[in-house]
């Protein structure tokens, strides 16, 4: 096989083009075998979503995968649902109510709040140690206090 390289005729040995040949027939079945097993990944998240939507009585229309990434996040509306795939699929395997994720996703947005750590939703169901209602109420409290003497400082500088 004669190719041209910078106005120079090389000649391609047999053997490369041979070896070129291969390499492209196994490419190929690598890329199908991919494919296929993407949309089977795709396949078994969408179910589980489907499921998800199902028990929770959800409207599908109202939700979304975010940047479209199957498997990824998933929002529902503009009720501050997100879950991720993860969750979906401990949720669907342990029957999870909505209520109860619902609490678990709020004392997570609390503790970020105070820089604690969170825990996972499966340690929530389990029944893991977490900060009570009276502390936290007390630390919400403690914390408009400090930010109200902050605002009322900046106010006098």
């Known amino acids: 096989m004669l190719t041209r390289r910078g106005g120079v005729i090389c000649v391609k040995p047999l053997a490369q083009r041979r070896h070129f040949s291969i390499i492209h027939n196994t490419m190929g079945k690598l ?13 078994a998240c969408n ?9 929770w009585e959800l409207d599908k229309a109202y939700g979304f995968w975010v940047a479209s990434e199957v498997g990824g996040t ?45 825990p996972t939703l499966k340690s929530w169901m389990s029944g893991c140690p977490r900060i009570g209602v009276e502390v936290q109420n007390r630390l919400d409290s403690m914390k408009n206090e400090l930010d109200k003497l902050i605002s009322e400082t900046k106010e006098q500088f």
């Open 74 to 118: 998933y929002i529902y509306g503009d009720t501050g649902l997100c879950i991720d795939m993860d969750n979906i699929i401990y949720v669907v395997n342990n029957n999870v109510s909505r209520r109860e994720y619902m609490e678990w996703l709020d004392y997570c947005v609390w503790c970020g709040g105070y820089e604690f750590a969170s």
């Open 47 to 55: 179910a589980y979503l489907d499921e998800l939507i199902k028990m």
């Open 31 to 43: 890329n199908k075998k991919l494919e296929e097993l993407r949309d089977n990944y795709n396949n």
